[in-house]
């Protein structure tokens, strides 16, 4: 369900530009206009999550439109993945192996009396709505870039993805993983500094910024195998961090070519 749902939000990122049409001259003035956007982010933890993950990278769908008084709205799906996890997870059935020389791997025995390899990364997406103000300050761009303020909320869920390599670990099997993946989500607020520039011809529009978001979060696991009980905990997600995206603006420019 959750698969179908964010499936849908991106299909409706991608196409609902088309559905803005009217011929417009960016050059000259305000006007309104939707876009989409492909981008990156990159953020460092804070608060609770910094105790389970490292450096947090988000793939970013965003899509938006801008009113002529340069306000604008804007929402989409980050995707978030890590290969850092800091909090120790299933320790009772795993066991780092190996040397400082060689380096140390997570690993659990499995059914055959052999070794197995645990790998464990961060995954996870968040869905941001924005409300922002563009304000131009650059006096060779046009009236339709500048610098940006942004504030919203965020729906904002993650986990521990446990992948054992060669499947052979019953105790890692896929029923008791969800007493182990540390299935957390839960609502925050966002806010967001930096600069969005749309060109005169289309072809290059990109932004960049700088983001924070606080999250209210808690486990959603009936049972926590590590701690044998139900992780109550209300915790405080921060992240902050950089974000860059390529800007698709949706609209029909004016011929200003003059026929003779």
Not at 53 to 62: C, F, K, R, V
Not at 109 to 121: N, P, S, T
Not at 171 to 198: F, K, M, S, V, W
Request: with cysteine; net charge positive.
């Amino acid at each position: 369900m959750k698969s179908t749902v964010l499936h849908c939000l991106i299909i409706g990122l991608l196409f609902l530009p088309q559905l803005v049409s009217g011929q417009q001259n960016i050059r000259d003035s305000t006007i309104s206009f939707a876009w989409t956007s492909l981008g990156y982010i990159g953020s460092g933890p804070g608060g609770d999550l910094d105790d389970r993950y490292g450096y947090t990278s988000h793939l970013m769908i965003e899509g938006g439109y801008k009113l002529k008084s340069n306000f604008y709205f804007a929402g989409g799906v980050e995707f978030l993945f890590g290969n850092r996890i800091n909090e120790p997870v299933a320790q009772a059935i795993t066991s780092l192996n190996g040397t400082p020389e060689t380096g140390y791997i997570q690993q659990a025995i499995g059914a055959d009396g052999l070794w197995y390899d645990i790998r464990m990364y961060q995954r996870g997406f968040v869905i941001p709505i924005r409300l922002g103000k563009l304000i131009p300050i650059v006096k060779t761009h046009n009236q339709n870039s500048g610098l940006f303020v942004e504030l919203g909320s965020q729906f904002i869920q993650h986990k521990v993805r446990i992948e054992v390599v060669g499947d052979n670990v019953p105790q890692l099997a896929n029923e008791y993983l969800p007493g182990y993946d540390r299935l957390t989500n839960g609502i925050g607020i966002t806010e967001a500094i930096g600069y969005r520039y749309h060109s005169n011809r289309k072809f290059i529009n990109f932004q960049i910024g700088f983001l924070l978001s606080q999250n209210f979060t808690r486990s959603r696991r009936d049972w926590n195998y590590d701690y044998g009980r139900k992780d109550e905990t209300q915790r405080l997600d921060l992240l902050s961090g950089f974000r860059v995206g390529w800007v698709f603006p949706i609209y029909q420019s004016v011929d200003t070519r003059a026929y003779y």
